[in-house]
Structures are given as C-alpha cells and as structure tokens.
C-alpha cells in the first residue's frame, strides 16, 4: 500500500534540542494514526512540519507523492492536507454559520470581500457538515460564546470544509470534561468516516489511543522508537515504561 503522507529521515533540532533525529513515518490512507510519546518530544513539531509551518534542518516529505516541504501552509492546505484546533482562525464575532461559509469559499478561491455569505455556493455543504457534527443546533450562535465541547466539534466542522484528505490533530479532547470526551471523538470518527478523511492525532490519553487509533507510533528521543497496533504498542513494556507509566 502507499502512503498518502511518507516523511524520510526528518532532522530537527531548536538551539541544543533534538525534535526529530532522522524520523521516517508513513500515514496510510484509512489510517487513524495517533502518535504519542513524553512531553516535549517532538510530535507537534512534527504536524508542524507536514503542514508547512515549520521546515526540518533534514529529510523529505512527500504527500502523494509530491515534494510538499517549502511549500506555504496555504499550498498544504489545498493539496489535501488540514490541521484542525488553529484557534485563532475562528472568528470569534462571526455565526458558526459564517465562519464555515468563509472557510468553505476561501478553500473554493471563492471569497470575495463584498461576496454575500448567502450566495456562496457550498452553503448546502456547510449544512451538511454542521449537522454531521452535530452543532446544527449553534448554527447561529457567535462562534466566540460556544461552550468547549461545541467549539472543538465547530474546529472539526471547519477544517472538513476544507475538503481535505488528511486531518491532522493536537490532543482533539484536551481541554474537554472527561465526561463530554467520547462523545466528541464518536462523532468525529464518524464525520472522518462519512467523508473518507485519513486522520493523524497526536494524544496523551491512552484511553482514547486504545479506542479510537488503527495504529499508534511512539516518538520519542527524537525517533520512532516503536509502532503498530495499538493493543500490541500500549502493552510494550518498553512504551510503558518511557511513555505511559511514567
Ligand atoms: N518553534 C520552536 N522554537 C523553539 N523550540 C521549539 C519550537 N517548536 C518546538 N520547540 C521545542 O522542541 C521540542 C519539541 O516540541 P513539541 O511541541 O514538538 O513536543 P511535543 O512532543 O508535541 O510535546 P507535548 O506532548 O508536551 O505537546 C520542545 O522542547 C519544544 O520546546
């Protein structure tokens, strides 16, 4: 099978900091890959790196096979790959409703200043989208006044209006009641299924590694130290000892 995302022999290090020192991964469509591993390791850096912001000081990465590192954020974004929980794209004054319909037009090259958010063809795909993560219901509320547990599922909701193939993910509950924590990711499994989305989440819950990941990989000292499924990764005496124990 090839990988939709294939990154080789990633290098990079902040002043003395290691982040990465010759990491390789691939993230297989279909994949719900969660990466874990201690504080501070490099995981971030690494959605960072595959969505543009950051460039490694080594390696490839290729998406669909194409050369994607030096490419703009912006560029990423519209080759198919999307990073969800940027909250600062959100604009907090505008309706649920208009922040995916700005979302959705400026991903179709479709927003104009002036444009009418109600003209906007992909309006009927923003209704989908909303009711699909189940916030049809705060349509109309500002986005700045959701509740947490609605905001993430809003994130969510804006970034699959960005039609992309891969989603990436930083900690997708953190920040959340553990109560409301597998409501949110059941629904956004299931908005990831009904579109065909491959998912990529960095995650410190093992809880939600365990249930919702097809494969774990552990990054950790600047490597992949260990990857797999996850009934075999977690129960690895070596991850639990570095990783989850401690
Ligand atoms: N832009 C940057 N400038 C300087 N140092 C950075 C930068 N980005 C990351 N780092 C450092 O690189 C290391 C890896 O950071 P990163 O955020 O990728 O770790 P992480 O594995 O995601 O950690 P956590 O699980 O705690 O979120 C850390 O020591 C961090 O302080």
New binding site residues.
Partial sequence: MSALISARGIAIR??G?V?ADGVSLDVFAGDHLAII??????????L?ICTGY?KPQGGTVQFKGRDILGSSPRAITRLGIARAFQIPQLFLEQSVRENMLIAAASQARRFAPFARLADIPERGDVEHLLALVDCADVADRKAGELPEGKRKLVDIALALALKPEVLLMDEPTSGVASSEKFTIMDTLVAALRERAVTAVF?E?DMEMVSRYANRVAV?SAGTISRQGPPAEVLNDPEVVRTVIGG
């Fill in positions: 902040f002043g900091v982040a591993g201690p504080n501070g390791a490099g995981k971030t850096t690494f960072n950051l960095v410190h990054w």
